[in-house]
C-alpha cells in the first residue's frame, strides 16, 4: 500500500514539474503568434486598407488558439459593442490574456499599442507597430532564454520533490 502511494505522489509531483516547464515553452511559441498576428494586422490595415474590425476577424481565423481567442474578441467588441479601439483593445486583452503564458511585460507592451490604434496616420501607425514588433522580438528572446535555463530543471525538480516527500514518509 505504501509503494503505491509513493507511486502516485512521484507521478502526481512529476506531472506538476511537466506542467510548469510546458508553460515555460508555451510563452515564446505564443509571442512568435503574436508578432506574425500584428505583422499579417499591419498588412491588412497599410496595404488591404482592410477595417480594423474585419482585419481582426480575419486574423482570428488564421491564428491558432489562444492567439486567436484576442482578435476575437476585439473584432466581436468593435462591431458589436461599439466601442473606441483602444477600449475595445484593453477589454479584449482584460478578458483572453489569463488563457495565454504570457507574462505582464508582453501586456505591457500589448497595451501601449492599443492606445495607438487608430490614433495616428498610416505612416505613424505602421513605425508604431514595428516598435511593437521589436519589443514583442525582445521579450520573445528572454522567453527562450528562460526555457533553455529553466525547462529540464523544473521537471526535474517535480520529479525529485516527488521522491523527498516519500523519502521523508516513509
Given at each position: 500500500?505504501?509503494?503505491?502511494g509513493?507511486?502516485?505522489?512521484?507521478?502526481?509531483t512529476?506531472?506538476?514539474?511537466?506542467?510548469?516547464?510546458?508553460?515555460l515553452?508555451e510563452?515564446?511559441?505564443?509571442?512568435?503568434?503574436?508578432?506574425?498576428?500584428?505583422?499579417?494586422l499591419e498588412?491588412?490595415?497599410?496595404y488591404?486598407?482592410?477595417?480594423l474590425?474585419?482585419a481582426?476577424?480575419?486574423?482570428?481565423k488564421?491564428?491558432?488558439?489562444?492567439?486567436?481567442y484576442?482578435?476575437?474578441?476585439?473584432?466581436?467588441?468593435?462591431?458589436?459593442?461599439?466601442e473606441?479601439?483602444f477600449?475595445?483593445?484593453e477589454?479584449?486583452?482584460?478578458?483572453t490574456w489569463?488563457?495565454t503564458?504570457?507574462?505582464?511585460?508582453e501586456?505591457?507592451?500589448m497595451m501601449?499599442?492599443?492606445s495607438?490604434?487608430?490614433?495616428?496616420?498610416?505612416?505613424q501607425?505602421?513605425?508604431?507597430?514595428?516598435?511593437t514588433l521589436s519589443?514583442?522580438?525582445?521579450?520573445e528572446?528572454?522567453?527562450k532564454?528562460?526555457?533553455?535555463?529553466y525547462?529540464?530543471?523544473?521537471?526535474?525538480?517535480?520529479?525529485?520533490t516527488?521522491?523527498?516527500i516519500?523519502?521523508l514518509m516513509i
Amino acid at each position: 500500500m505504501k509503494l503505491i502511494g509513493a507511486v502516485i505522489i512521484i507521478l502526481a509531483t512529476t506531472w506538476i514539474g511537466f506542467e510548469c516547464a510546458k508553460r515555460l515553452s508555451e510563452r515564446p511559441k505564443q509571442l512568435r503568434q503574436l508578432k506574425v498576428a500584428i505583422q499579417s494586422l499591419e498588412a491588412e490595415i497599410m496595404y488591404g486598407l482592410t477595417p480594423l474590425a474585419e482585419a481582426s476577424e480575419h486574423i482570428a481565423k488564421q491564428m491558432p488558439k489562444p492567439v486567436s481567442y484576442f482578435f476575437e474578441h476585439f473584432s466581436h467588441r468593435l462591431l458589436d459593442k461599439q466601442e473606441t479601439a483602444f477600449e475595445a483593445w484593453e477589454e479584449s486583452l482584460n478578458e483572453t490574456w489569463n488563457q495565454t503564458a504570457m507574462l505582464d511585460s508582453e501586456r505591457e507592451v500589448m497595451m501601449q499599442f492599443g492606445s495607438t490604434l487608430g490614433q495616428h496616420d498610416r505612416e505613424q501607425q505602421q513605425k508604431q507597430i514595428k516598435l511593437t514588433l521589436s519589443h514583442l522580438e525582445r521579450e520573445e528572446q528572454e522567453a527562450k532564454d528562460r526555457q533553455h535555463k529553466y525547462e529540464r530543471m523544473i521537471k526535474s525538480l517535480g520529479f525529485l520533490t516527488g521522491l523527498l516527500i516519500v523519502i521523508l514518509m516513509i
